[in-house]
């Protein structure tokens, strides 16, 4: 199918939208006329009302029906002065895929590439182009991985399937936005009437009567219902509009091949969804190490890092690209799975390249320090570039272990804060282990249903592995508020933290202190002994 049919095709499932809504309204009218005709008046008044709150989110989808501008990612555009090696590369691909190069080229912190186009006339002419790199992307990429990506996105300039996006994005969005609309209300309505039973239920239990019991299924109904005959339409519309984007992409990945050659287009393929996965446990374990301390990495390195990351875990990443997707995220996911499109590629005719340009893709920026401090500025929010940043990582770990055990707030904290007056720590607790009140604190913990039926020893083992553990936590918040922990900072593992005179590891996989696990030990036992404990504490700093 050419991409004038398939314009045409997404302007009818448009035209769709825009008929089913047509329907629904003349069905709402229909039923308002059948209401002042054979109703009661108080009844149609009733009828009517409802049947203007059902055509309101109707109505508003109707004349919302916009393309949507200027909503691609966060990012840093960047001219050919900028970048010269990227733009005469991404030029030289373009001219080798017969097509026209992009306008623009934007670096984003997302480990993709994508490119736009703004066409006029509902996609049936072209209009300006885009060019989306995520510069995580290029860390872990070569430069002959990264032709092949860019060799395949331009595949979608020469199958017309950007000029296609907007128009089939227009009704995707819209459709959406009646749909949350529809579920907007009717979640209201449903929080409404909860609210309402509720405090019936609370003035039939000041009086002494029983409450009846919360039930909120009737609330909302009739918008749900609006809400699901446009949720049945968008099914329709997702696998009618994705049922030739699957296509497009093997055809892509053709393109790519027949310009990139075969095997760095396999491996690009085999590498983008690793450096996914990678590229999420980075910024959770990495670059928002700080967040709660309000710090960030080093100037250029909330994205910087990320290279040495993968570096570190090369072993890790090499186990993973054995194992890829074999199905695809979900039913309207645009792109079939993974291991389809590289068993496609590697079914191919040898052609006799490999990886010439082997490089790294990063050495296509001119200046890629500079361009990794720039994109934070372009990217982060407004908030988050007021953060400090640490001098270097080891110092951001140490600060963000510090805040995180300063704030911390286990079960066991919780239930001391109730137990006693004093403020929830270490020493609070010793003190109530050694009046005797152990045990009696712990029933204030959360407790699963088995443990809160049992009593004696029964209680005392099930309820000990949860005590041991806020223990362990609340020792270590003690040392580290005396600036006696030693973090040590890894690429490749989790931190490590020593305790004060150890040369043990302390991180949950390396073991504990055998001084500490004894110590833990007998103030958790059945006759709780606090003494080992509180002598591998260090005094307390005396005021000055």
Sequence with gaps: MGATLRA????????GFYLLSLVLLAALATLDVAAFTWAPGAVAGKIVIVSLLLAMPVVRGMFMLRTPRGEGPAGLPVTEADEPRLWALVRELAAATGTRAP?????????????????RLLGLRPGPRRLYLGVPLLTGLTEAQLKSVLAHE????TGGDTRLSALVVRGRVQIGRTVGHFHAKADGREAAERARQ?????KRTAKGKKAKEIDTAGAGVTYRMMAAIYTAYAKLYMRATLSTARAQEYAADLAAARIAGRDATASALREIPILATAHDFYLESYATLGVQARRLPPRGQFFGGFGRMLTAREAELARMREMLPTEPRSPYDSHPPIANRVLRIEELPADGRGEEADGPALAVLADPARTLAALEDAVLTDEV?????????????????AAGLASLDTPLHRALAFHTEARPSLPALL????????WQLAQRLPLSGQTATVEGRAFRELVRPVLRDSLQSMVLAEFSARSLLNWEFSWSR??????????????????????????VDAALADHPDTAPLRALLPPAPQPA
Excluded at 198 to 202: L, S
Aim: glycine share 8%; with cysteine; aromatic share 4%.
């Design 8 to 15: 045409l095709r997404a302007l009818v499932l448009l035209c």
């Design 385 to 401: 570039r007021q953060f400090e940043h640490a001098p270097e990582w080891e110092q951001l770990l140490d600060l963000s272990m």
């Design 431 to 438: 003190t109530v282990i050694d009046d005797g009140q152990l």
């Design 198 to 202: 509720e405090k019936a239920a609370a």
């Design 494 to 519: 989790p931190a490590a933290v020593r305790l004060p005179g150890s040369a043990s590891d302390l991180d949950g996989e390396a073991g504990t202190e055998a001084a500490l696990d004894a110590a």
């Design 103 to 119: 306008d623009t080229i934007v670096l984003t912190g997302d480990v993709n590439a994508a490119v736009s186009e703004e066409p």
């Design 154 to 157: 331009y595949g979608h300039f």
